[in-house]
């Protein structure tokens, strides 16, 4: 399965995200990704990292639940807390346990939601560049408000895909076209089945919880990442 363009929303079973996921990996080395790419991609996603770092806070001996731990580049920021990891992905889940090894880090493969942790279980709850992956994010953001303690917080940055798209097609003209090559197609945004715009996101995220701060990166004059820290909604209180 392989949805033809970003927003397209196709009807998956949980076995063809699984599948998507891993082809997604297989396809893409997140390694190099992080390592490799165009410095300007580099310089992205190092801010992305330092604005979660950040946003996350004091985390020695807490638990941190990331869903769709991805290569393990973000939990491995956190030495010295408890660390959990979801991901649908067999492939991804190798790399983060290279990259996580030796870290007090447990790894789970499957759907968040199937997998129905205890309510109230985790300090901070991280998702990075993963819910316009999925076929319902909000269900995503839904469980993320009941895996966070009451006095937790959440992260979550999202693509700004809008943006981003009108940055590939300038990448893609000459001049540009001649110092990017093939790297004006990077992300893997053909896998994403949904666009937002950082104001489009937040609505959705104020349904389950309360934006605390808005931050971009690599800064607010180009906002490529929209990025997050929340803290749950009261039950009553949620959409």
């Not at 310089?43 to 807490?62: F, N, Q």
């Not at 205890?118 to 909000?138: K, N, Q, Y």
Request: charged share 25%; hydrophobic share 40%; aromatic share 8%.
């Amino acid at each position: 399965m392989n949805p033809s363009q970003p927003g397209s929303l196709p009807s998956m079973t949980t076995r063809e995200v699984e599948e998507l996921n891993d082809r997604f990996a297989s396809q893409n080395s997140i390694d190099d990704y992080y390592a490799k790419s165009h410095w300007a991609i580099r310089r992205i996603e190092a801010k992305r990292l330092a604005t979660i770092r950040r946003m996350v806070g004091d985390w020695a001996g807490l638990r941190i639940l990331e869903l769709g731990v991805g290569g393990g580049h973000v939990l491995r920021m956190f030495r010295g807390a408890k660390l959990t990891g979801v991901d649908m992905s067999s492939v991804i889940l190798e790399t983060a346990r290279r990259n996580l090894a030796g870290m007090d880090a447990e790894l789970i493969k499957g759907d968040l939601i199937e997998l129905r942790l205890p309510a109230a279980s985790f300090d901070r709850v991280i998702c990075t560049e993963v819910l316009e992956h999925t076929v319902d994010p909000e269900s995503y953001v839904k469980e993320l408000a009941r895996l966070v303690k009451p006095d937790g917080r959440a992260v979550i940055t999202v693509p700004n895909d809008p943006l981003i798209n009108r940055m590939k097609a300038i990448a893609r003209t000459p001049p540009f076209g001649w110092l990017f090559g093939s790297r004006a197609d990077w992300g893997g945004d053909h896998y994403h089945l949904h666009v937002w715009r950082p104001a489009e996101f937040r609505a959705l995220l104020e349904r389950h919880f309360r934006v605390d701060e808005y931050s971009a990166a690599p800064g607010r004059w180009m906002p490529v990442r929209a990025c997050f820290r929340s803290s749950p909604r009261a039950a009553g209180d949620r959409n």
